[in-house]
């Protein structure tokens, strides 16, 4: 089966520097891969997903993420963060002929002004 | 721009009552899912549902759980009798006709169980 770890639970970053949010997963083939963005006392919203192609990705408010297979990694990126991006991240992987996400467990954002 | 709604944001019941969470989803999309997070833990998928059947379910989606489509707007999760354990977030989320389409998420139904 397959899994998903983010190893920051937090990350915090002030307003305008990079940003760059870690996703390893395991699975045995190339999976999908997801991320997702939840803002308080909102739904999740997908940013970015991978399903085949081009490994570096393009999303939605400015954000990219590039899948390395040798490194089982699809970490999420933005160049410059606003205030409006401090939410919880989601990353999330399916397996070829399911489109049903297993997500990992997180990264809370935090934007300092 | 089109979104999942659910009622009702918080739901709070007796250990052993039964509970019914409705979700509004999209609406011209077909597929239909139902996620929980527990506090502090993971998103985890319960079941997805297409054509008024279920197409997929996960273990935590054991006989207490059923999913309706009652009419043509509405997709409800009953719990049948909860239990402690089932106190989560519980999201609905819908797709467009193919299942490898964009899943809209809604914003979510608190349940606590006492």
């Known amino acids: 089966a397959q899994s998903v770890t983010q190893p920051d639970i937090h990350i915090t970053v002030s307003e305008g520097a990079s940003l760059e949010l870690r996703c390893n997963y395991s699975y045995g083939a190339t999976p999908y891969l997801f991320w997702y963005v939840q803002s308080p006392g909102q739904g999740l919203q997908l940013l970015l997903k991978?399903?085949?192609?081009?490994?570096l990705v393009q999303g939605i408010k400015g954000f990219e993420a590039e899948f390395k297979r040798s490194q089982s990694s699809f970490n999420l990126r933005k160049p410059s963060v606003h205030w409006s991006d401090a939410a919880e991240y989601f990353c999330?992987?399916?397996?070829?002929?399911?489109?049903?996400?297993?997500f990992g467990r997180g990264t809370s954002l935090i934007v300092h002004p | 721009e089109p979104e999942v709604t659910q009622t009702p944001s918080h739901q709070v019941t007796q250990m052993g009552q039964e509970v019914i969470l409705r979700c509004v989803p999209i609406s011209n999309h077909l597929y239909f899912y139902w996620y929980r997070q527990i506090l502090g833990q993971k998103v985890e998928f319960l079941v997805s549902?297409?054509?008024?059947?279920?197409?997929?379910k996960s273990e935590i989606f054991d006989d207490q759980f059923s999913v309706e489509r009652p009419d043509g707007s509405n997709f409800t999760l009953k719990i049948r009798s909860t239990k402690l354990e089932d106190s989560a977030m519980y999201f609905c989320?819908?797709?467009?006709?193919?299942?490898?389409?964009?899943?809209?998420f809604g914003p979510g139904t608190r349940l606590t169980v006492l």
């Open positions: 989320a819908s797709s467009e006709p193919r299942a490898t389409d964009t899943q809209y």
């Open positions: 549902f297409y054509n008024n059947e279920i197409s997929e």
């Open positions: 991978y399903f085949s192609g081009d490994t």
């Open positions: 999330a992987v399916g397996e070829r002929g399911s489109y049903i996400p297993t």
